[in-house]
């Protein structure tokens, strides 16, 4: 599966941002989707999960109550609905696609075969 992550930008403390996670292929249904992000000088963080079935999400204690992840199958697209920016969110988030992540390795960036490029979020205060 390819992975196009899209919708960063730049946005106030406070503020909003979209994500979407594009996939190619007709499986991309079968297949847990997770969002990471690396800030500058830090290493690659969880941020949020969604299994294959869409019934079960994870987050990141930090992102908790702010975001939320969702997934259109028809359309191949996973979402990162991001609300009450702080700038500690600012980051390269990345999506990351695997067919058989077990949970207990959900949030690790070693059960993800497959990656997109990453979109940009800026958080001014």
């Known amino acids: 599966v390819q992975l196009q992550a899209s919708g960063g930008g730049l946005a106030q403390a406070g503020g909003s941002l979209r994500l979407s996670c594009a996939g190619s292929?007709?499986?991309?249904?079968?297949?847990?989707i997770a969002w990471f992000r690396r800030a500058p000088g830090k290493e690659r963080e969880f941020v949020a999960a969604i299994r294959a079935n869409g019934g079960n999400t994870f987050y990141t204690d930090s992102v908790k109550g702010r975001f939320t992840i969702s997934r259109d199958n028809a359309k191949n697209t996973v979402y990162l609905q991001m609300n009450s920016l702080k700038p500690e969110d600012t980051a390269v988030y990345y999506c990351?696609?695997?067919?058989?992540?077990?949970?207990?390795?959900?949030?690790?960036?070693?059960?993800?075969?497959?990656w997109g490029q990453g979109t940009q979020v800026t958080v001014s205060s």
């Open positions: 292929g007709r499986t991309f249904s079968r297949y847990s």
């Open positions: 990351a696609a695997s067919s058989s992540v077990i949970l207990s390795q959900i949030s690790r960036t070693q059960a993800y075969a497959y």
